[in-house]
């Protein structure tokens, strides 16, 4: 044990055998006066060693450890406390149980006095003792209410709150989770800068609470995950070029953010120990994971990638599936509807079904094109072929229609002829 502290230790182990023996009221009363005044005298007497040992050492890395030394055995005496108070018979005492609170408070005082005066060599990743933590779990209740009670004509961001309360819940809910120092100081920081907002449309306060949340790096993991899926429940209805739009827009907004909040609200450092924080790239609920805008933008670089690579494919594809030559015909649109439509009926061509149909003639006006169109218009073939069809049923035919017929009738003869030729030549041969 640090011989600092040994006269407190030894007055610790000396009180409980004495408070449970039987004696009379008065003297036990000046027995306790007299142990809080010793309690009280000698915590002064180390604190003011402290300015003895820091005035005398040049050295940061041994007055590190030894402060910290100094609040480890501090925390330690005062947890001490709380076992001696922890037994039945004590607490079967409420005078005892008065005594024992009033008597960790002299370790309590150590402890905020080396935070107060030797901040840089304080740890913060200490658990908070637990006689001080009754009153640190009594602060943060008030202000996760006072928290609630800000947004209650929002019950929308309830949801959010939740996520937001939820790494100091624990602690809230049950006596025996204990806090550190760290989570408490960023807590303190987060609730009232939160607690400056406004609080009159839901949509704007939501963003406010981000931006915030942002800007003080609430890192937290479930926090993340919320960010992220309330990210692409707003871009769910997009379309790719939309979301990838919006998602250079959020990687954009969140620098902004990360470098000022952009809010007409004071984040002003309240209290000496978040600024320390704040230097020390500690002040986020969980210090060794990425910060919460490096964490965003890496989510949101992987979502746009993906978006890129899915559209990169779908170019791609529409490339290969798309043909890389026409054949050139001297047919009129006319003609090629009547080929067509001759092809099929001959069961040169062979659809089973409309669908079927349909793609046939998509086929045709992909692959050829007439002097009069490069790009031929599959709905105007379509119209030319079942013009053809249902040509008994037509009252009148445009002169265009029986000409090119007629033409076809010829070009077929000409192939007929070519075929006999051909046939003529193998006999030959």
């Known amino acids: 044990m640090n011989y600092e502290f040994d006269t407190l230790e030894a007055l610790i182990a000396s009180t409980q055998p004495l408070l449970l023996t039987t004696m009379p009221e008065a003297e036990l009363a000046a027995r306790q006066k007299e142990w809080l005044e010793t309690a009280n005298q000698e915590s002064l007497r180390i604190c003011s060693q402290f300015h003895q040992v820091y005035y005398q050492s040049t050295h940061a890395d041994l007055l590190t450890r030894y402060f910290q030394h100094q609040q480890k055995t501090a925390s330690y005496l005062s947890n001490k ?66 928290l609630y009670e800000h947004f209650s004509r929002l019950p929308e961001l309830n949801s959010l709150l939740d996520v937001i309360v939820l790494p100091i819940r624990p602690f809230l809910d049950n006596t025996h989770v204990t806090i550190n120092y760290r989570l408490y100081f ?27 949340c942002t800007h003080l790096n609430f890192n937290y993991s479930q926090y993340i995950t919320f960010s992220i899926e309330r990210l692409k429940f707003k871009m769910k209805n997009e379309s790719m070029e939309e979301q990838l739009a919006k998602l250079r827009w959020y990687i954009k907004s969140i620098t902004q953010v990360e470098k000022t909040h952009g809010l007409h609200i004071s984040t002003a450092i309240t209290s000496s120990a978040v600024a320390r924080l704040q230097a020390l790239g500690k002040l986020a609920p969980e210090p060794d994971s990425p910060s919460t805008p490096d964490q965003m933008r890496a989510w949101i670089k992987l979502e746009a990638e993906y978006f890129e690579y899915v559209h990169t494919m779908e170019q791609n594809t529409a490339g290969a599936n798309k043909i890389p030559f026409k054949i050139a015909t001297g047919l009129t649109v006319w003609k090629l509807a009547i080929f067509t439509e001759a092809f099929i009926k001959n069961k040169i061509f062979v659809p089973n079904s409309q669908t079927s149909y349909n793609q046939t003639l998509k086929g045709v006006a992909a692959i050829v094109y007439t002097p009069g169109a490069e790009e031929l218009s599959f709905d105007s073939l379509r119209t030319k072929a079942s013009t053809l069809r249902n040509i008994k049923n037509q009252k009148s035919v445009p002169l265009k229609v029986t000409q090119s017929l007629e033409e076809c009738a010829d070009h077929f003869l000409a192939c007929y002829n070519s075929c006999r030729q051909w046939l003529k030549d193998i006999k030959v041969t």
């Open 81 to 146: 406390i709380r076992s001696l108070a922890a037994d039945p018979a004590i607490q079967d005492r409420p005078d005892l149980s008065t005594f024992y609170q009033q008597f960790s408070e002299s370790f309590e005082r150590i402890i905020d006095y080396l935070l107060r005066h030797f901040e840089d060599y304080f740890n913060f990743e200490s658990d908070i003792p637990y006689s001080y933590s009754l009153s640190i779990r009594s602060q943060l209740t008030d202000w996760v209410e006072n």
């Open 186 to 212: 960023y807590y303190q920081h987060l609730i009232q800068v939160l607690l400056q907002l406004k609080a009159n449309d839901e949509k704007q306060a939501n963003n406010d609470i981000h931006v915030v």
